[in-house]
Each structure stands twice: as structure tokens, then as C-alpha cells.
């Protein structure tokens, strides 16, 4: 068999039905091969449309999400995506054309050294030097992608080798990977201790993160918050992992997190942090973060644990294993409820004081706030959301409540502007009878753009809801805020027209500038077949709120 | 059960570890014998700051696997932090921090030295104390050969440099665990 079939037969052994990509040179054997292939491939218009559309697919099935690059321009086009996926632990699988084995390292046409490039940015990757180890290889790839801490996994594939012919028997049982030993279960004694001293905690917290989602670990994490009241902040990785209208949630964490949230956080005796990682968005000044608070930290990856933050209890292991364990335990130690009441009581009143809030407009504009407010309305608060980055993104987090794991999509690690519309792309095809929505930022949607034609090919029918304040927002907020009003560079302009644009690629094209009319035309969005973009015309210069300044402590937020 | 009675854990009693041991540290890694290992080593080291004395990669008794030995300054570096970013390699085998009191390592090294008539009978002297070799000669120079702990070498240079040290090799320490008596 031809290697690059299989290549295409091994990844139709591991299931893999939908995959992203964009041929060229050094992969025309492999999109021969694709030509005949039982998966469907979805041709971006930009390696890293290709990209982030595999992450989104991944964020929403938990599936491996599969994206293709020929060598040289397109598979350093995968770059940001690589690392966007390896910030946000996303199960990838990337595989490149190479030059052929003859060119490699003569500075060929198309060239690039991809292993070499993406070293520091793959959880793992391969350069085939045989063709017998491409299925190998692929195999080996899902594997490391999925288990464990998850991430970005490359191969790469010289040309002439996927042309070679080989023997090929689909892997059975997972490969060979002697270094490669991902724990799952935790210690069952520091399990045993972590109960007991949230038993005793006055003014416990529970802060989880993405790796609850990654461990499909939701149900387990609102089963022991639930079994005793136990209060749950989430990062912005995080949030649907527990339902966000809840009498325990106390709003997402970090910068642009709640007051109550944080606040907790500083004045907690025990943390209890699963499957989060201490991002210096989250901590702030790292010296002043949660200064009254031990640490129970639960992580897959051993390496996160005392990282940033010292763990008092340090327990490596699967939150899918970890959770109902320590549930059980704590049950059995049959905690006093009572004790959490004064704990209670100052959280509520933190509630009461410093409830999220915005000056809504007294005419027709369209505050930003609002405008989340109404998409979720306009979606029962049932829609995929995948966002971009910058205040958009934040003001979504703070007022679209998350109520379940996969629904929200986004770039937090690496805060990649433009991830949102490919990421959508993605997720639609993972998930085609759930609404997805894209919630952009005009400076973010520009930027990759050009994938509104893939959408329209393939008629893939997402929905953009574009936050269009003519600015890098988030930019202008700073400069604003932190550089005494001097904006260089912040102004976007009005160029360009959006719905022409979306028209021009076959989408359904909309504007709104009327806060009495957004639901409404949020509705019809909704409702209109095929893609559609609407260009929602908000104050140019809101800023977020509430705010942590960078490298401030928690008590110092702002706004 | 009452909160505070003796099962739970009393908060106040609860202890991180200490990040910085103070002390030097050698790592010794098995690691799979495939093309770009040590790129993902050095790769690894460089992105999260942490900064290599010495290293040395040599083959093992088995042709796949490689032996890397590195020193670090846990003064410095969190070497918990630094052996668990490794062992995230996929194709490293098996990391030990190896225990200094049970600890067998040693580096070679080459010196040039200036060796004018009046100085070379001192310069072969220290040589014999430290029983190194001299493994070249001119009429104005001698190399010499030391194998043994990172120490004693240093003490070595100390000694010859006033006499004009002219290069130096080392090749970083490699260590192997001492067998215990009864093996």
C-alpha cells in the first residue's frame, strides 16, 4: 500500500471523520491519497484557519481535531494554532509535507525546518525518516495528543516517503512509547489528606480550570462542590465546567474576573485548585496572591503542580479519577456544614456589594455589556460560543453564564486574536445541531477573515456576531488606563464594511447600531440559513470591568 | 465529627516544600539514541530559564539508549520543577537525581600549560599530586591530563594557573550510583 494511504487508512483507525487542511507541494501524495479517503476533509483558506478550526473541533467533541500543511509557508502558518493549542491543552494532531528526504537541509524550495520550529510548541512531534513509521507515527500521535495532559502533536512527512509503498496492518492496543507513561490515578492518601483538611478549612474555595473539561470531569467536579457548600470559581478556561447560574458559583477569576470571586480567593485558608494552572492573569502579583490560603492542587501534568505556587497537598492524577474519590472521602469524614456559614455570609455580602454591572446607555446605543446580555437572550443561553480575544471576550465570560463544559471556545493561553471564526468553523462541523455562535472583535475578525470563504464553501452555517467598536479594544482600554491616554495605534475606522463583506463571500450579511432592535435582528441571525454575519455597532471606547491591574494583587482591582 | 478534632488536618500544620535545595545538582538521564533528543533537551532548558553547568552525552551499554549527565545549581534552579519539565520529553527514559553521598562521578580534563625550564619541575610536581598525566609536550608548553570530581580539578587549575594556563577542555562530570556492599 501507498504510505500516504496509509496515513489516511490509520486515521480513519482512529476515528477521525472530519479533518482541515490546505494542499501544496510536498503533500500532493497525501491529498492523493485524501482524494479517495472515508473522512472529509474541509479545505481552510489559511494554514491557521485550518488550524484553529481543528482546535475548535477538538474544544467541542473532545475529539482529536486533525489539520493538514504542505511544507515551508504552509506549515509555518500552523505556528500560531501549534501554540495555541499547546497553551490551552488542545488534543491536536498536525501533519506537514516535507521536501523530499534528498532536499532536506539544502535549503529546497519550500523548505522549512517545522520540527525544528515547533520544538518548544508541541506536546510532541515526529519527522518521518522511514515510510513504514508514517501510520506509525499517526497512531502514536493520537495517542499522545489524547492522553494525559492533552496537546499539540506533529508529524511531519517527507514527500517521496508517502509515495513509498509499504506493509500496513492497522495498530491494535496503544503504541510502544517507553518514555511516555501519563498517570491517571491519584495517591489515594494525599487524596485522603486533602479531605481532611478541607473538613477543617473555615474559608474553603474550590478553583478549577480547562483540565476539568479535558477530563470530562464536570458532573464529578459539581458532585463533591455540591457535597457540602462548597463555593466554585472558574478561570476563563474553565467556565460551563460548572453551571454559572448557581447558588455556590461565584464568578470567574483573575483580571477581569468578579469581585467576590477574587476576593475570596485573597481572604481563602484552603484552595483547592483542579485542573488550573496559576496564570499570572489569575494570580496577579504572585507574592500577594491568596496570602491566607494552603494549597491542594490537582493536576494531570506533575509538572504544573508547585510551579508557580507551592502546593501544601499536591495530588497528580486524572480529575476524572480524583474527584469521586475525594468526595467519598469527604463524606465520610462527615464535614460540620455549619463552620462555612460565616464564610457564607461574608461572600454574600461581597455579592450584594459588587455585583457585575454596566451604566446601560439612555438612547438607542448598544453598550458592549448589553450586547452579550442579548445574545444571551437571543440563544436561551443554549448556543456553542467560540469568541476572540481582547474585551469582547472578557465581557462574555462576565455575562453570558456558561452552563455546560464544550460551550464555551476560546484562546486563553495564548490569547489569539482571530481565533474565534475558524474555531466556530470547527466546532459547527463537530457539533452541526448545536447553534454556534462567533463572537468577534472587529480587530480579531479582520485578521483572518478570508475564512468566511470556507464557511460559505462548505456551507457551514455559523454565526458572527461581531462586536464592531472601531478599536483594538482592549489595547485602547490600556493605553486609556495605563499610559496616560496616549493611543497609538488603537483606531480601526470603519473600514471595512462588514456586511459587504460577509455578502461579497456568500454569506447573509446584517448590521445593527440600535440597542431597541439588536435581539430582534440576533433572532433572525439565528434563524437564516446559512452563515451570517452581524455587524453589531457598540460604544467605541467601554472599558472592562472589573479589573485587576497587571501584576496587582487582588484586592487592588479597580472598575 | 467536630471541625479541629485530631482526624482532619490542621491547616496551620500543612507545609509546602522548599523549591531550592542550595545545593549542586547532577541529573542523570537515560534517553532514547534518536536524531533531535538533545535539541529537545537544550530547546527545554533555554525556554524555561534554567541554566546548565555542565553536560555530557555518551552512548550506554544498550545501542538505543543514550546517557545525558547535566549539573545544575539547585541554589538557582527548582530542580523538582526542572526534572518533571523533563520527563515531559517523550523520548526521555528515566531521570535520577543522583545522591552526592552515593554518588561516583568524575571529569576529565586537558590543560596547556606555559612550562618555561624554571617552572616545568614545579608544574610536573603538582601533575604527580594530582596524579595527572602529561599526555604532550613542547619546548614551552606541557599538557596535562586530570580525570576525577568536579572539585578536584577546579583545585587543579587553581594550582597551574599562575604559571600561564593557556586552554582548557573539560568535558562536564558523568556520574554512576555506588554499588552497595552486599550487590
Known sequence: ?559 | MEAGTPDLVKLEDLEASRALTGRKHILSLLVENRPGVLARIAGLFSRRGFNIDTLAVGPTDDPDVSRITLTLDGAVHPIDQVTKQLHKLVNVLKIRDMEPDQTISREMALFRVQASVESRAEIMHFAEIFRAKIVDVSRRTLTIEVTGSNDKIDAFERMIRPHGLIEMARTGEVAISRSRPDQ
Open chain 1, 1 to 559: 500500500m501507498r504510505a500516504a494511504d496509509a496515513l489516511c487508512e490509520a486515521l480513519k483507525a482512529e476515528g477521525v471523520e472530519h479533518v482541515f487542511g490546505i494542499p501544496g507541494g510536498a503533500n500532493l501524495p497525501t491529498y492523493d491519497a485524501i482524494y479517495d479517503a472515508d473522512f472529509k476533509h474541509i479545505q481552510a483558506r489559511h494554514e491557521q484557519g485550518a488550524g484553529h478550526a481543528a482546535e475548535g473541533y477538538a474544544k467541542a467533541s473532545g475529539r482529536v481535531g486533525v489539520a493538514f500543511a504542505t511544507s515551508g509557508p504552509g506549515a509555518t502558518n500552523l505556528v500560531t494554532a501549534i501554540t495555541d493549542a499547546m497553551l490551552d491543552s488542545v488534543p491536536t494532531v498536525f501533519i506537514t509535507g516535507q521536501v523530499r528526504t534528498d532536499l532536506i537541509g539544502t535549503d529546497g524550495f519550500q523548505e522549512a525546518d517545522v520540527t525544528g520550529i515547533t520544538l518548544p510548541i508541541v506536546k510532541h512531534s515526529f519527522l518521518v525518516t522511514d515510510p513504514r513509521q508514517i501510520p506509525e507515527y499517526i497512531h502514536a500521535a493520537f495517542h499522545i495528543a489524547s492522553t494525559g495532559r492533552p496537546g499539540p502533536v506533529l508529524v511531519d512527512i517527507p514527500q517521496d516517503l508517502s509515495r513509498a509503498d509499504i506493509e500496513y496492518e492497522p495498530a491494535e492496543g496503544p503504541p510502544d512509547l517507553p518514555g511516555y507513561k501519563p498517570p491517571t490515578e491519584g495517591n489515594i492518601k494525599q487524596i485522603r489528606l486533602a479531605a481532611k483538611a478541607l473538613a477543617n478549612a473555615q474559608r474553603p474555595v474550590i478553583y478549577a480550570g480547562g483540565g476539568i473539561i479535558n477530563a470530562d470531569a464536570s458532573p464529578e467536579l459539581i458532585e463533591f462542590a455540591t457535597s457540602d457548600k462548597l463555593p466554585v470559581t472558574l478561570t476563563v478556561m474553565g467556565l460551563g465546567a460548572f453551571p454559572a447560574p448557581h447558588d455556590q458559583w461565584l464568578g470567574m477569576l483573575g483580571m477581569h474576573g468578579t469581585r467576590t470571586a477574587n476576593y475570596a480567593m485573597d481572604n481563602a485558608d484552603l484552595i483547592l485548585a483542579i485542573g488550573a494552572r496559576f496564570d499570572d492573569r489569575i494570580t496577579g502579583k504572585l507574592s500577594e496572591f491568596a496570602p491566607r490560603a494552603k494549597f491542594v492542587h490537582v493536576d494531570v501534568d506533575p509538572a504544573e503542580i508547585s510551579k508557580n505556587v507551592p502546593a501544601h497537598i499536591p495530588i497528580v492524577g486524572d480529575a476524572k479519577d480524583v474527584l469521586p474519590k475525594l468526595t467519598r472521602e469527604y463524606r465520610a469524614l462527615k464535614a460540620d456544614s455549619g463552620r462555612l456559614e460565616g464564610w457564607w455570609k461574608q461572600i454574600r455580602a461581597w455579592q450584594a456589594e459588587y455585583p457585575l454591572g454596566y451604566e446601560d446607555s439612555t438612547d438607542s446605543e448598544i453598550k458592549p455589556q448589553f450586547m452579550i446580555e442579548a445574545m444571551y437572550e437571543a440563544t436561551e443561553g443554549e448556543a456553542i460560543i467560540t469568541s476572540d480575544v481582547g474585551q469582547h471576550q472578557m465581557w462574555a465570560a462576565q455575562y453570558y453564564h456558561f452552563s455546560r463544559p464544550r460551550q464555551w471556545i476560546n484562546s486563553g493561553g495564548l490569547g489569539t486574536m482571530g481565533f474565534g471564526l475558524p474555531a466556530a468553523i470547527g466546532a459547527k462541523v463537530a457539533r452541526p445541531d448545536d447553534p454556534v455562535v462567533c463572537l468577534a472583535g472587529d480587530g480579531s475578525l479582520v485578521m483572518v477573515c478570508q475564512e468566511f470563504a470556507t464557511a460559505a464553501a462548505h456551507n457551514i452555517p455559523v454565526k458572527v456576531f461581531l462586536m464592531n467598536n472601531g478599536h483594538f479594544g482592549m489595547v485602547r482600554q490600556w493605553q486609556e488606563l495605563f499610559w496616560d491616554g496616549r493611543y497609538s495605534s488603537v483606531e480601526m475606522g470603519d473600514s471595512p464594511d462588514w456586511a459587504k463583506l460577509a455578502d461579497a463571500f456568500g454569506w447573509t450579511g446584517m448590521r445593527c447600531a440600535d440597542k431597541r432592535e439588536l435581539k430582534d435582528s440576533m433572532r433572525a441571525a439565528l434563524e437564516a440559513e446559512g452563515p451570517v454575519l452581524l455587524d453589531v455597532h457598540v460604544s467605541k471606547t467601554e472599558n472592562c470591568y472589573p479589573m485587576i491591574p497587571a501584576g496587582a494583587a487582588a484586592r487592588d482591582m479597580v472598575g
